[in-house]
């Protein structure tokens, strides 16, 4: 079963290719008929079964598998007790050009990482960046770091390797604080962008959900437990 986002050209072109692998002979037939059963017996399966009743909903499953999903790339990921934590969080919409921080509405409901560490008794504050941020937005940004002192930093990213402003703006704050924790929301493929990044984690999201897991698994609350789905070319270190 394929599950393609964004274009529907490319779902037609791979499923095109895999018939066509099928033809050649690189793919055995019987391999998609052995997927093709599965999701039949799938689709039996749950077209039989009655709704959901409220007893039957499980309310921790869902911060459960926020929490088992994170995962370390490179170094480990957990935060020093007694530290203060500054997030460095680049978000806004893909095209946006201005920081989020000019939006107090869209902020103050926003999802925040920084709001669930302190829910969990620490001291932490959030940076938030452009998703394309500008040379001298970095410059300044970079000048606050630097008065920071001795803290913990995290910095989330979310599509760096669709961004090279992004990405540049990351290398240029690891060049400051090589210890600076990467979190890669959304898609993992941001994890490969710094081969060089001491401390590198994956949390596939950046909603309520996803940021309250990984900052269960950063305060020591949950363990460490996730594993890439994918594998990330590069220089990045898998574990």
């Known amino acids: 079963m394929l599950l393609i986002s964004h274009h529907l050209e490319l779902a037609h072109a791979a499923a095109d290719g895999i018939a066509a692998a099928v033809r050649a002979g690189r793919i055995p037939l019987a391999r998609l008929q052995e997927a093709y059963a599965r999701v039949h017996a799938l689709r039996e399966r749950l077209a039989s079964n009655p709704p959901l009743s409220g007893d039957d909903i499980d309310e921790h499953a869902p911060l459960e598998a926020a929490?088992?999903?994170?995962?370390?790339?490179a170094g480990d990921p957990r935060l020093c007790d007694g530290k203060a934590v500054t997030?460095?969080?680049?978000?806004?919409?893909?095209?946006?050009?201005?920081?989020?921080?000019g939006d107090a509405t869209r902020v103050a409901g926003a999802p925040s990482l920084s709001g669930a560490l302190r829910r969990r008794g620490w001291k932490s504050e959030v940076m938030r960046v452009p998703l394309h941020p500008a040379a001298e937005d970095v410059d300044l940004l970079l000048e606050h770091v630097a008065a920071l002192g001795d803290r913990e930093f995290v910095v989330v990213t979310r599509d760096a390797h669709r961004s090279a402003a992004q990405t540049q703006a990351v290398a240029r704050i690891l060049?400051?604080?090589?210890?600076?924790?990467i979190v890669s929301a959304r898609s993992p493929f941001d994890a490969r962008l710094w081969p060089n990044a001491r401390r590198v984690a994956c949390i596939y999201g950046d909603g309520s959900v996803a940021l309250e897991g990984c900052a269960d698994v950063l305060s020591g609350?949950?363990?460490?437990l996730g594993t890439l789905p994918v594998r990330l070319n590069g220089s990045a270190a898998v574990r």
Not at 87 to 99: C, I, R, W
């Open 67 to 73: 929490q088992r999903a994170v995962t370390a790339v």
């Open 87 to 101: 997030v460095l969080s680049f978000e806004g919409a893909f095209s946006d050009t201005a920081a989020a921080a």
């Open 175 to 181: 060049s400051l604080v090589p210890d600076a924790l």
């Open 221 to 224: 609350r949950a363990p460490l």
